[in-house]
């Protein structure tokens, strides 16, 4: 009797291997997609100094919290004080050059100033309702502090009142003062 021999080429394997591990992977496996946030405004008008300040910051500011020694600590705040020049620096340069390129056009210097103050910015952080209730507890926070001082008032007027002619009149010691003596024509 003679054996059969079944040949299969490596080829034919690993391609079957590989679908059967994707098709695997792909059914109890998520896809992970990551995306990558947007630059934020502000980078715009950033110089390369500034960004490379920036991140020189950041680096001795985690290793001052990691040590918690004096000297990186100095180093830090000299990193701080160099980069917020630089960012300074770059933003004034930033908007010089941009109203100077609106030179004639009065509306668009306008529109230019209007975006460095931040008139249009509003915030969107909370809700109306959330706003309501804020400004309420504020409103509720100084109305107790004045209702507590007025109360604080009120008990102080409630205590009789001391009276002044109720206190006796300290002694005079010294000289006595006569009128001076009457004068006839």
């Known amino acids: 009797m003679r054996k059969s021999v079944i040949i299969v ?3 034919v394997y690993v391609e079957r ?4 591990l994707s098709e ?3 059914k109890y496996t998520a896809v992970r997609t990551c995306r990558r946030r947007p630059p934020k405004k502000i980078s715009r008008w950033l110089s390369d100094e500034a960004v490379t300040a920036k991140r020189l910051r950041r680096r001795l500011e985690r290793q001052w919290r990691s040590t918690g020694s004096d000297t990186d600590r100095v ?3 000299q990193a701080c004080r160099q980069a917020n020049r630089l960012i300074n620096e770059s933003r004034t340069s930033h908007f010089k050059r941009r109203i100077e390129s609106a030179a004639g056009d009065w509306k668009q210097r306008w529109r230019i100033a209007n975006e ?3 008139s249009r910015d509003t915030d969107k952080t909370r809700t109306d309702t959330e706003n309501s209730h804020l400004s309420k507890s504020f409103a509720d926070y ?3 502090k004045l209702s507590i001082g007025l109360a604080a008032i009120g008990a102080l007027r409630s205590t009789p009142p001391i009276l002044l002619s109720t206190l006796p009149d300290p002694l005079h010691v010294g000289h006595t003062i006569d009128p001076p003596p009457c004068q006839s024509t």
């Open 116 to 118: 460095h103050l931040h």
């Open 17 to 20: 291997l590989d679908s059967v």
């Open 9 to 11: 080429q490596p080829n």
């Open 24 to 26: 695997l992977l792909d």
């Open 142 to 144: 100084f109305a107790s």
């Open 75 to 77: 180093k830090y705040r």
